[in-house]
């Protein structure tokens, strides 16, 4: 969810900010400058440049300065300017630093612009419209949505005779991957274990969660439990060898022909098409009790400085960005699908892969299974990087499970409690 084109988080800090304006001044003949900063590739560079370009003629009084970084580079530049007290007057942002730069004093609060009118908090899908509130406060609106599912090799799985249903089981997921290994001659799983995101929707099934609003929502013996299965999964081949996927990346383990499946955000999916030969297709997340999949919907969205001198002009650029039926056509779901009914409506894709993306989400939000999203406290960025990494040394067999947990825990810990 924090990286588009998926990949672990950066664990960075943040001094106390310092003085500085946040923005650029105005000019004499009251057109004003405001700062835009966001993290991509140059495709998406080019379509938020075009979505400005329209904004641009809209206000003519309001210029928008951009810049955009690959994604480490971004959270490097951002931190540096933030702890100077000059952060972008708006910025790409996502749910695991809402906590973590607003306990910084880096975060304008919105609600004051939605409440003068200047920002619209209606017209969003399945209320994401509240997917940016921190304790009470606005901190960013979300520019799309997406959420956790199983992308699949739909030859390999069409071949191995399975078909994935909505409130299939972890067990019948688990005797799906093992058909797959009996009968292709691939694992039948990247493996799962590392993902933190999908480790959350297993923990939510059971009633728990990865965090709470301050720390670890989840005990030592629940993690041992996941790790310990997982590492005998690694070992007789249901999940993939880790000593081949690791040297194939960036390429899927899926598109390599290491695995069936293996567990992502829906809106990643176009990136199979892209670097495999097969056909790939989106399955449910697998359920403990046949229903509840603990799923939630979520994506980028927009924050903006909290020491920026043109708090209403940037929020008529937020509020554009977000509702503008043409942004919507331009951006497509290079962000996500889109979050407001305007810019979903306005862009309907005619792709097989943008088709399944938004019939997959429209089959969650049919079928009542989203719930609100697990809070996130400042650290959750150094938390999953912490899981990734010692998930993996796990699974390459460097540290023993009991050994990979206590770790987990004490880097955990402390990077809440810092």
């Known amino acids: 969810m924090l990286k588009v084109t998926g990949g672990s988080l950066v664990a960075l800090g943040l001094t106390a900010a310092g003085c500085g304006t946040g923005s650029d001044s105005g000019s004499g003949d009251g057109v004003v400058t405001i700062r835009y900063s966001w993290w991509g590739s140059e495709d998406r560079a080019k379509r938020i440049n075009q979505s400005i370009a329209l904004f641009e003629k809209k206000f003519p009084k309001i210029k928008v300065k951009t810049d955009f970084q690959p994604y480490a580079d971004f959270w490097k530049k951002f931190n540096t300017q933030a702890s100077g007290g000059n952060a972008p007057d708006v910025f790409q942002n996502a749910i695991g630093f809402l906590r973590k730069y607003d306990a910084k004093n880096v975060l304008l609060d919105l609600r004051e612009q939605a409440e003068a009118g200047h920002l619209r908090l209606e017209g969003f899908r399945a209320g994401l419209e509240k997917f940016g509130e921190v304790d009470g406060k606005l901190l960013g609106l979300p520019v799309g949505s997406n959420s956790m599912a199983l992308v699949v090799d739909q030859t390999v799985f069409a071949k191995a005779k399975v078909t994935p249903k909505p409130g299939w089981t972890w067990d019948e997921y688990h005797d799906a991957l093992a058909k797959i290994q009996e009968t292709q001659g691939r694992a039948g799983d990247s493996g799962p274990y590392g993902i933190m995101y999908l480790y959350d929707l297993y923990l939510r099934q059971q009633g728990k969660a990865f965090f709470t609003t301050s720390g670890l929502g989840f005990t030592e013996a629940d993690l041992t439990d996941w790790w310990t299965k997982a590492a005998a999964r690694v070992k007789s081949g249901v999940y993939a060898d880790p000593k081949k996927t690791i040297p194939a990346k960036p390429k899927s383990a899926v598109t390599a022909e290491l695995a069936g499946c293996e567990f992502t955000w829906d809106n990643f999916a176009v990136r199979y098409t892209a670097e495999g030969k097969s056909q790939y297709g989106l399955a449910p997340i697998p359920t403990t009790d046949g229903h509840k999949t603990g799923q939630y919907l ?21 509020d554009f960005m977000v509702h503008d039926p043409e942004v919507g056509r331009i951006m497509g779901y290079d962000r996500g699908v889109p979050a407001t009914e305007a810019q979903y409506q306005a862009y309907v894709p005619s792709d097989p892969v943008g088709k399944q993306i938004a019939a997959y989400e429209k089959q969650l939000v049919e079928s009542r299974v989203l719930e609100p999203i697990t809070p996130h406290p400042a650290g959750a960025d150094v938390c999953e990087a912490a899981f990734m990494r010692l998930a993996e040394e796990m699974s390459l067999g460097k540290r023993p499970v009991a050994d990979a947990v206590k770790q987990y825990f004490t880097e955990a810990k402390t990077a809440l409690a810092s």
């Open 298 to 318: 979520g994506s980028l969205m927009l924050s903006a400085s909290k020491r920026t001198k043109h708090p209403e002009e940037v929020a008529q650029f937020i």
